[in-house]
């Protein structure tokens, strides 16, 4: 099973950009990798994933927005954000999914904020 490390959160305005990374310590290349994000207050929910034959998919809210990739070579995956809205903040979670194999990171913290 693999470890996940999250990077690339901080702060940033409205309108502007982050990249996610996602970083693996064993092989990813036949997991379904995920993104997610939980904000205060409210339920972990899904952002977007891209399986191991690298389709892609979205929640309406990031569908235009963001945008999901991994590298298998690298074992990493990251999530590019644009035109963030303050209702983006939230800690953002990597999950790696395989059979019964589950893994999470332990989240990178985005804050949309002028």
């Known amino acids: 099973q693999v470890q996940l490390v999250e990077s690339g959160g901080g702060l940033v305005q409205p309108g502007g950009s982050l990249r996610l990374s996602c970083a693996a310590t064993g092989s990813i290349s036949r997991y379904q990798m995920s993104w997610y994000r939980q904000a205060s207050g409210k339920q972990r929910e899904l952002v977007a994933q891209?399986?191991?034959?690298?389709?892609?998919g979205y929640a309406d809210f990031a569908r235009g927005r963001f945008t999901i990739s991994r590298d298998n070579a690298q074992n990493t995956m990251d999530l590019e954000l644009n035109s963030l809205k303050p209702e983006d903040t939230a800690v953002y979670y990597c999950?790696?999914?395989?059979?019964?194999?589950?893994?999470w990171g332990q989240g990178t913290q985005v804050t949309v904020s002028s």
């Open positions: 891209i399986s191991s034959t690298d389709i892609t």
């Open positions: 999950n790696a999914q395989f059979m019964w194999l589950d893994s």
